[in-house]
């Protein structure tokens, strides 16, 4: 799953805010894990 945690930091610098309410739920649910 950090992977995906990585994926979402790369893109979030690309499309910072596009990205950035995907950014915050991915971090939401790596918390909830």
Not at 15 to 20: A, T, V
Request: a positive charge; charged letters at 15%; proline letters at 3%.
């Amino acid at each position: 799953m950090r992977l995906v945690l990585l994926m979402s930091f790369f893109w979030s610098h690309i499309y910072p805010k596009k990205l950035y309410g995907l950014r915050t739920m991915i971090m939401k649910w790596l918390i909830t894990m």
